[in-house]
């Protein structure tokens, strides 16, 4: 049975829709399952809106264009759930036997990505939630997959990840019990000795995610997708869209308009970026493939591209610089030029030299001309980024694919190309080019017809660089002179052998003339 025929009449329940992925996974759902009979979005309500408000708000977006081409009525596939997973709205609709009966597939997407998101948000979200969704998944008679979307951080302090859950040493129950009783600032005191040897509360959390999957959920038909860093889309629904500014987006932000210049991290280490649609794909197989193979373990996919066609920050360094000169954004605050460096001196000096100086001159500029200071305020956040960045840029992980392996040999043909989810065929610079593209287009609302302007602000801010580097320099030669005598001694050296270079020009030049 080919994938797009597995999901033929069958109800398809997506809790997080509302997300990056979430969005694509419906649009890819319907794009691609031609038959497929129902989407379920669970959504909450937010800032007044009900759920059917925001399910119109998304498929007005334009990640839904394509689709509207090809099927003009798509919206009456879907349908709004109204649901919070951390309260009594999933209770009443897991007691809605109509409905529970009707869902064949639950994708879990709802979840935090803010890696240093307090430890109680994350908390409830990625553990207290999961555990609510499991609770409700376990009243779906009709349930074929469960497909819950962790990260491959959840592991990152292993430096080898197998396709297997590695359980906490503590229950999660007995950290969610903090929740009932501990203060909040007691809680991010708690934080760092809580999260042990992870990075951070969101690899914590999801970690503590799996941990509960297995001990509740082992028996339900359980897929766990381990993406890694989700970037832009690779091919679908069109090159470079992405929506949401997460980990590389800032970066390439930050860099293309010119801040960030130093950063510290090894050249060679991989950062590893998955593609959005690849992501989407693997969702939509390895629920396919679940019920293909009838598996009673919890199977575990790796999303990553890390161990198959591997990307390196010293690649990053170089494209995003080209590529920002070549595409510049708007509005750039110096001429894009990005330098990676493992040294922590070296790193510590840029960002004196290149950060703070420019930034505290800006500003005071600005304040002199009665504008509100702003650059030292932009800094402050990217050193912020980069502080939370700082472990993926100077780790690195391998993992082992034999899932992804044995689902794509599964796949046949037709499958392979629709649903497509083999990182190998990326072109690097191709992708990190859309990526910047999309980034200016879709998430800065920049118009590709101020390329032209973008580059002439470019070329001025290169001008007043050199302007700026010849006055320094001339500064600070007068300076030497006015100071030091073996400096005065090496001026007049220098200037009388200039002189008598110009003598010997001319008179050279004069005889020539009379010959
Ligand atoms: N993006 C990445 O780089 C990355 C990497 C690894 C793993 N992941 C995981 O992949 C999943 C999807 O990520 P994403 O990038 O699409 O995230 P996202 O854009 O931040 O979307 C998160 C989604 O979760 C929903 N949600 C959060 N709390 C909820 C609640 N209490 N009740 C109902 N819905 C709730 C949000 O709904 P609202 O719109 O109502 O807020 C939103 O739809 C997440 O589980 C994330 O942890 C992401």
Redesign the pocket.
Known sequence: MSISEFYREKNVLI?????????LLIEKLLYSCERLARVYC???E?NGRSAEE?LNEIISCKVFDKLRKKEPSFRDRLVAVS?????SSLDTLAANDEFTSKINVVF???????LDLDLKTSL???VL?LRRVISFSRKLPNLEAFV??????ANSDLSFIDERVYPSAVQPQKILNLLEWMEDDWMKMATKKLIGEKPNT?AYT?WLGETLIQEEAADLPVVIV??????AAWKEPFAGWV??S??PCDLFIAAGRGYLRSMKGEGQSVLDI?P?DI?VNLLISSAWQKTNTGDEKISIYHCTTGGLHPFRWSEMENFVTLYSKRIPFEGAFRRPNLALTSNSLVHDYWVFISHLIPAYMTDAGLALIGQKPRVVNVYKKIHKMLSSLEYLTEHEWKCTYDNVIALRNSTKDTDSQTFYFDPRGIHWPTYIENYLIGTKKYLLNEDLHGVPAAKQHLKLLRNIRWCTNVIIAVLFWRLLIAKSQPARNLWFFVLSLAARFVRFFRLSSSTMIKQ
């Open positions: 809790t997080g829709a509302t997300g990056f992925v979430g969005k669970l959504i909450r937010k925001r649901a919070n997973i951390l309260d879990h997407l709802a979840g935090t990505v803010d409830l979200t990625n939630g819950h979307v962790s990260s491959v951080y969101f999801k381990r993406p890694s860093t989700i970037g929506e949401k997460s980990g998955i959005v992501v």
